[in-house]
């Protein structure tokens, strides 16, 4: 493993996607067992992505961790897919953390109910559930959740909003093989806001794949703006992003 820093931001290194994703569930659940120390009760957020199954994997085999004391939420979800779709992200994770581990309570948001209202029902729980830690990726064109550069801010008053999602992270649902054609991909989604996930005390980042080298890059080498919203990352004071040999690839070849 190789680490950098960038501002705030620790970025670790790791020669393949395996490694990166158990370092990053290790870490990740180091801090849960910290804060179950002294609270309890825990709220994590988790992204669902395939870019995120070996942290998941591992995650999920962790020791010594009171899942029962453990407050589940998402930070994503498509608007008006079936609710059995297994593309939807909810699903994704019901079906690799949520349904294995005994959590105290689990907080899916519904793509199906009334866009506006969906949106106060979940901000609501995040104040109630002040977040602890985040478990997050990069999408290719540098989005956080569903957060595309046309409709990031930095400082959104809202916790929960309705996105449309641009061409190019459409593609990234394909490029995935969640979907067979960009035709099928939905062209809105239920959203965390990038304040809702910075409101996070402690965040775990885990990119890997050439796919996303770009991203990387980017998130590394250009102004904090919302141009490129995953540059938010390099404020927060307990960020942590893990990337593999192919998602480093441009900045390795940068340094």
């Known amino acids: 493993m190789r680490t950098i820093k960038k501002d705030n931001l620790t970025v670790n290194i790791f020669p393949d996607r395996r490694a990166m994703g158990i370092s990053a569930a290790a870490d990740a659940a180091i801090t849960v067992r910290d804060f179950l120390a002294y609270k309890e009760e825990v ?7 395939p870019s995120q199954n070996e942290f998941i994997e591992a995650f999920v085999n962790s020791e010594d961790i009171e899942w029962q004391r453990i407050n589940a939420f998402h930070m994503d979800e498509y ?30 948001l519904n793509g199906n109910l009334p866009p506006d209202e969906e949106c106060k029902r979940y901000s609501a729980l995040l104040k109630q559930y002040p977040t602890d830690v985040v478990c997050m990726g990069i999408g290719e064109n540098a989005h956080i959740a569903f957060n595309d550069p046309h409709v990031a801010r930095f400082d ?9 999602l641009d061409e190019k992270c459409r593609m990234q649902q394909v490029n995935d093989g969640c979907f067979a054609s960009i035709e099928l991909v939905p062209t809105h989604a239920l959203t965390l ?13 885990v ?21 490129i ?25 940068d340094m």
């Open 193 to 205: 806001t990038v304040p809702a996930l910075m409101n996070g005390k402690n965040l775990f980042c």
């Open 229 to 253: 919203p995953s540059t938010c990352l390099r404020t927060h004071k307990n960020a942590v992003l893990y990337v593999d040999r192919d998602s480093a690839e441009l900045l390795l070849k």
């Open 43 to 49: 709220n994590i957020i988790f992204a669902a992505a």
């Open 207 to 227: 990119v890997p794949a050439s796919t996303k080298a770009w991203a990387v890059y980017h998130t590394l080498k250009d102004p904090i703006s919302e141009n």
């Open 79 to 108: 608007v008006g897919l079936p609710e059995d779709a297994p593309q939807g992200f909810g699903n994704f994770l019901k079906v690799r953390i949520f349904d294995k581990l005994p959590f105290r309570s689990i907080n899916y």
């Open 156 to 164: 959104d008053t809202e916790l929960v909003k309705v996105v449309d």
